[in-house]
């Protein structure tokens, strides 16, 4: 049996995503900027995508620009919104994903603008009121860019909260939503907030295939220049298969989101209980109040079973991972544990869940966990 | 039947490359940077692929670099070049595609550089001795940008000849090689060039996929960051599906490369002569000596059967073009048949081949001509 519990790095494509997809990728091959009936079927395709990720974001088709990914709409997000708005200052946390933090550092680098970042608890959570306190002080308007849940351990910000903050204030506020497009309820025209993004991959949709949305009171450059694609928002041949797919796959999760949610928080619940009742010393990462229902982070005690942890469980069959996957190739620890605090002498692993799990597989994993971390005997049981 | 001829804007996606890609879009789903068996099965996949086209193009695996298609790469090589070598003036040509010649504009809007366009004659020909006399007078190093094979006309510069000028005067050579990657042979190796681009979906591989070759004696920053990927040079979860199509696209191009240059060339030749015989005032736009066998650009005069075309064609099942794809959403006239002159008051329609074409839709694409462009009964047979 090999378990995979590593959906938050990638998720496998949905069957049906293949089906809606293969059109795409056999006869309807045309490129969509051609006027001819090659290009036409491409094109109509594209906007009808467009048309059916809108109505699960409740938003305007034209709200909505299609990109390679998260990374690159992250980058999108963050430098055309700095060039556009000649934005001075960015708020951020210290927990956002290398995408957002690496834009935000290479802004300051090159004197565009001045990062401040809030302090999170040691749930990952921000303070509203030091975010109020910077808007005050800064000059607007202020682009504020805070991840709606936190990759490594779940953490949910409040988008509603924050965003009133940022537009009482005349700012721009931007959230990576890579994680929770998809798997938790978005709807954009009740919330104030003038940047999201998606990524197709972790919804069960292709990868290299992602997308922006940018409120219709704000317009921004484009990142790529040079065609006319996406109302010149994005220039290259569009990724047809790609986009269709990632709107198919928005479709499908969107139109069974209750029934996943329930059904994951299950999966996850279970896990929880099974590693608290074998092991005397184990943590959940992540506000334990406001946490994604597909992300579980925990830690267990450095010691000699502990130190291979993933490794071992990767060799048991049981994919996971020690935090983000982008950066999992390299040797560094994460900033988001070491943002939260607390994780010294620590080892956190990070089980993430989709709808295609089984609670059969998460009782594999709770027993292998108990085999490949021996427990006193008082605590078994 | 529907007679696609339109191919320099996109192609078909080959059956055995769809076929490739398939375990990428079922079974090997996992993230290429995490590092458990489902990611190590992607990473391979990947490694593997930049092998395939390391060896299409005579170079090391790691100068190639995957990007999300040609105009990102474009984007890439102009923007990341100039930043990291503090380049101040770039050399180019009126005929670029505009993926090329925007990024210029903006870094010229920028303020970052200043940009000198080469003169183009009658075929869209550069002038060597007018490169050579900029290359003396501008301080290096000089960016120079170049396209291998015009993408409206089919004009091939030598890049050998602009190549050794550049590297004589310490300059940069970046080639946009869009059009002729997998359709003429390239052996970067013996190639003085610094930076070149390819796109999947022009040699039969998806879209929404691209690399760009950087030569291993450079080293350019990154234009999307916040990850590890292709280490360091282009941050987002890879493409896995696409990298693997691409890849197998451009292997099966390459190994069938002479065959099938001569098969469309023949194809090309075909419509020439039959153009040339049924009307008295048809034009070959581009080098006569110098041309990619794929493109064929010709012109009539303006008049009232001539003025809908392209329309009429796509009436008739013939999917033409005006030109470049990126722009025919855009009701511009072509800046590459403004740049070369001479097309005041007449109608240029661009066929593109590919070895999937047959002499049987040629002769029904010159009939279908013939009766849409009635000529005095002199002028025909």
């Known amino acids: 049996?090999?378990?995979?519990?590593?959906?938050?790095?990638?998720?496998p494509l949905l069957p049906e995503v293949l089906e809606a997809m293969l059109p795409y990728l056999k006869t309807h091959f045309g490129n969509p900027s051609a006027i001819h009936a090659h290009g036409r079927e491409s094109r109509a395709a594209i906007e009808k995508a467009r048309k059916t990720i809108a109505q699960c974001l409740n938003c305007?088709?034209?709200?909505?620009?299609?990109?390679?990914?998260?990374?690159e709409a992250n980058n999108m997000a963050l430098r055309c919104t700095v060039r556009s708005f000649n934005i001075r200052h960015l708020i951020?946390?210290?927990?956002?994903?290398?995408?957002?933090?690496?834009?935000?550092?290479?802004?300051?680098?090159?004197?565009?603008?001045?990062v401040h970042l809030l302090a999170v608890d040691q749930y990952g959570r921000i303070n509203l009121r030091q975010l109020e306190v910077l808007l005050q002080k800064l000059p607007a308007p202020v682009l504020v860019s805070v991840m709606h849940a936190n990759n490594e351990i779940g953490t949910i910000a409040d988008l509603q909260a924050i965003g009133e903050l940022v537009f009482r204030y005349q700012g721009i506020f931007h959230s990576d939503s890579v994680q929770t497009v998809g798997h938790l309820p978005l709807d954009v025209r009740a919330l104030p907030v003038h940047l999201l993004v998606g990524s197709a991959h972790k919804f069960h949709g292709p990868k290299g295939v992602g997308f922006i949305y940018v409120r219709n009171d704000i317009r921004i450059s484009p990142l790529i220049v040079g065609g006319g694609q996406e109302r010149n928002m994005r220039a290259g041949t569009e990724n047809v298969a790609g986009i269709v797919g990632m709107a198919h796959a928005l479709?499908?999760?969107?139109?069974?989101?209750?029934?996943?949610?329930?059904y994951v928080s299950g999966l996850r619940q279970?896990?929880?209980?099974?590693?608290?009742?074998?092991?005397?010393?184990?943590?959940?990462?992540?506000?334990?109040?406001?946490?994604?229902?597909?992300?579980?982070?925990?830690?267990?005690?450095?010691?000699?079973?502990?130190?291979?942890?993933?490794?071992?469980?990767?060799?048991?069959?049981?994919?996971a991972s020690s935090g983000s996957a982008?950066?999992?190739?390299?040797?560094?620890?994460?900033?988001?544990?070491?943002?939260?605090?607390?994780?010294?002498?620590?080892?956190?692993?990070?089980?993430?869940?989709?709808?295609?799990?089984?609670?059969?597989?998460?009782?594999?994993?709770?027993?292998?966990l108990r085999r490949l971390i021996p427990q006193p005997a008082a605590a078994q049981g």
């Not at 927990?95 to 090159?110: D, G, K, N, Y």
């Open 326 to 368: 982008c950066s999992s190739g390299a040797e560094k620890g994460s900033h988001v544990l070491e943002a939260i605090g607390g994780h010294e002498q620590r080892v956190a692993i990070r089980f993430s869940f989709s709808a295609l799990n089984s609670f059969e597989e998460i009782d594999h994993v709770a027993s292998t």
């Open 60 to 71: 305007l088709p034209g709200e909505i620009f299609f990109t390679s990914g998260g990374t």
């Open 1 to 11: 049996m090999r378990v995979y519990l590593d959906n938050a790095a990638t998720t």
């Open 92 to 114: 951020t946390t210290p927990i956002e994903h290398h995408c957002v933090q690496q834009t935000a550092l290479e802004l300051q680098q090159e004197g565009k603008i001045q």
């Open 251 to 262: 479709e499908l999760c969107c139109s069974r989101m209750q029934e996943h949610m329930a």
């Open 270 to 319: 279970q896990l929880i209980r099974s590693l608290k009742a074998d092991f005397t010393d184990v943590r959940i990462n992540g506000d334990p109040e406001n946490v994604l229902h597909t992300i579980l982070n925990v830690s267990f005690p450095l010691n000699d079973q502990t130190a291979m942890l993933l490794f071992n469980l990767d060799l048991q069959g049981i994919s």
